[in-house]
């Protein structure tokens, strides 16, 4: 029998496309906004539209997944986004359930332990 709070848990894990594209990027290193959009649209190899990264990186900081230090760069002021360690734990749940799914993809017994992602 299906564990229906566990399929819940999942499907919020991979409820919004680009949040683990996000988490991923922030895992390498603290980004400012262009960075990251820059990053993202580079692991992606698609467009990333301004507004949903805006949306994204408010969610995800609202969830504590992300932490926002704000800095000064002369007299401008800029937001600098880092995974939190909530954010690092959510991260390794997704690549467990990714690595889970390379692995079924395989055929019974093809794989020796390096299918995983």
Do not use: W
């Not at 399929?7 to 594209?21: C, G, Q, T």
């Not at 390498?28 to 190899?45: D, M, Q, S, W």
């Not at 949903?52 to 704000?70: D, F, I, K, N, P």
């Amino acid at each position: 029998m299906i564990d229906i709070n566990l399929v819940n848990r999942m499907a919020e894990l991979l409820r919004f496309r680009r949040d683990p594209p996000i988490l991923s990027a922030l895992d390498e290193r603290p980004f400012r906004f262009r960075e990251l959009h820059a990053r993202l649209e580079t692991n992606i190899g698609e467009h990333v539209d301004d507004n949903a990264l805006t949306r994204g990186l408010g969610r995800l900081t609202r969830s504590g997944l992300v932490h926002v230090e704000e800095a000064s760069v002369g007299v401008r002021h800029i937001k600098i986004y880092d995974l939190s360690d909530l954010g690092c734990e959510q991260l390794r749940q997704v690549d467990g359930l990714l690595a889970a799914y390379a692995h079924m993809r395989h055929p019974q017994g093809a794989c020796d332990g390096g299918c995983f992602l």
